[in-house]
Each structure stands twice: as C-alpha cells, then as structure tokens.
C-alpha cells in the first residue's frame, strides 16, 4: 500500500460503516451521501484485498478481517482528532504523564497537596517525580526535555527558560528539649559552640549560618552534613547536634512528635525564594500550563 496516496477520509468511512453496519446511515453519520458512501467501500476492499462488509438480511456484516482493523483504525482516528482538537484543556479527561523535577523542600511541601488535588480534579494525570541535587542541573533537564517543570531556588537562565515565583521561605532550628544553647539565657555563643548538623544536597561544609556567625567573629562545628533533611529530625532527636532548616519542614516535624523543638535562629537569616521554571517551547502546551497554574495555587496556601 502506498500510505502516501493514501485517503485518511477511507478511515472516516470504514469506522462508520462498523459502527452502523448499514451504508446509507454510515454515510448520514459522516456527511456523504449513499452513492459516495458505495464508493468509498469499493476502494476500501481495493486497499484492503478483501470484501470487509458483506450483506446478511440483518445488515453489513464485517468480515474477520474488517474485525482485525477495527480496533487499530479507531484508535488512529481518536489520536488524529485529538492533535486536531483545539487547546483546550480537561483535567478530567487528561490520561497523559508529566515529568517534573523537585528539589526535596519543593517535594515536601507542595507535592502532598498537588496529588489531593489531582486526585480529585485530574484523577489520570501522573507525574514522573526527579531529584535535584544542585542548581546547575535545572536548566539541563528543562533543555534536554527530560522533565516539562522544575521546581527548586530560581537559577541564572537565558530567555528560553520562563520563570514563576511560588513562596518564600526562612529558617527556624530544631533541637532535642532542654537543649542548652536555647535555655532562657543561652547566647549566641553557646549556639556557636553547640554541634550542628548541615543539610546541603551539593555537599558543601559550611553554608549561610556560618557566614553570618563568620561576621560576627565566631565559628561553628559541623558534626554531620547531610544531602537531604528527611533523616535530620531523628539525629537531632537523639543528640545533642542543632540543625537549622526550612521554616515549613521544621513546623511540620515538630507536629509530627518526633521529638524535637522549633525555635527562632539567634543569628538574622534572610528568607528564600522557590521557583517554578520552565522551557518557553512548552509555554503554550496546555496540560503543562494547567498544571503550572495548579502547583501556583498550592504553593499559594502552603
């Protein structure tokens, strides 16, 4: 067969004649008339090689063969309408995946509430979660087409990528109770001199608490860093290591009753932007736009 001289049209009227069963009503239910209709099955048993409908006192009777093409041909015609269909988007009728990249915070914080959601507003729309591990990864998956969204700290980009801010976030501490740096009369000095764990995803040794206790002329032990903070409430819970973390992670652990205490960093920590970031050539793409406009709601409330 030569797809090329192909008529999509015979597809139209083979589909219809299975659904009917009767060339005259198969013709009403696509536009042609009996005439164009009795032609149209000439040619398809021409492509075919075979008689695919044959008459019995109860209708067109389709042969195994018109059985065989059936399901493929209908499914073609589903795939063609819905590229041709217009932009709108259905979260409802949605049955497609959406990869998007998290760091672990943007993770924890927006991902509980986006699949409620989803649940409810697009019950067959599901997301391919990947890790971020460092800042220089989110352009590459965006322009690699890995992932159609990338939640994490914004990053110096080129205009290709499009950016959308979520929230901001602070610090707050958590420690065991009756932790001695923050007893009623503890000082900056007794949290310096406490050990601390360090949450870092790239690994560094020293990050924004050191630097602003470097201003002040003191320094701080690192006892522990880690690359993600899920484990930092259990070590803290059973030491006597202090870790500062995200203002929202910390709240949400410490209502968990795993043991710890929340309490404001004795030092001035500025707060932080999350982003969601984007390739323009998915700018348009409906259920990304949707789901952009989703994640921003959430991140809204959290």
Not at 75 to 89: A, G, N
Not at 189 to 208: I, K, M, W
Not at 248 to 265: D, K, Q, S, T, Y
């Amino acid at each position: 067969m030569d797809v090329a001289g192909f008529d999509l049209n015979l597809l139209k009227a083979f589909d219809a004649l299975y659904a009917e069963r009767h060339v005259t009503r198969a013709g009403q239910r696509i536009g042609l008339s009996q005439s164009a209709m009795s032609g149209a099955l000439t040619r398809l048993r021409e492509v075919f090689s075979d008689e695919l409908f044959v008459r019995s006192p109860t209708g067109m009777q389709p042969t195994p063969r018109a059985d065989d093409l059936a399901g493929p041909i209908s499914s073609s015609l589903r795939l063609m309408r819905s590229v041709l269909q217009d932009d709108r988007f259905d979260p409802a009728a949605a049955d497609q995946i959406v990869s998007i990249a998290m760091t672990d915070y943007a993770a924890f914080v927006l991902l509980p509430p986006l699949l409620a959601r989803l649940a409810v507003e697009a019950p067959r729309l599901d997301l391919r979660v990947r890790g971020i591990f460092g800042k220089d990864e989110v352009v590459d998956l965006l322009d690699s087409g890995e992932v159609s969204l990338a939640l994490s700290v914004p990053v110096d980009t080129s205009a290709r990528i499009l950016t959308r801010a979520l929230l901001r976030e602070g610090f707050a501490c958590i420690a065991r109770p009756g932790h001695p740096a923050f007893a009623e009369h503890a000082d900056i000095e007794a949290f310096a001199e406490a050990p601390h764990l360090l949450v870092s995803p790239e690994g560094d040794r020293a990050g924004l608490v050191d630097r602003k206790l470097a201003a002040l002329g003191l320094a701080r032990r690192v006892v522990l860093s880690l690359p993600q903070f899920l484990v930092a409430p259990f070590v803290v819970a059973d030491t006597d290591l202090i870790a500062t973390l995200a203002s929202r992670v910390a709240g949400r652990f410490a209502a968990a009753n795993l043991g710890i205490v929340v309490h404001e960093p004795p030092i001035p920590l500025s707060d932080w932007p999350l982003a969601m970031m984007w390739h323009r050539r998915v700018d348009d793409h409906p259920a990304t736009a949707w789901l952009r406009d989703c994640i921003a709601g959430i991140a809204a409330s959290a």
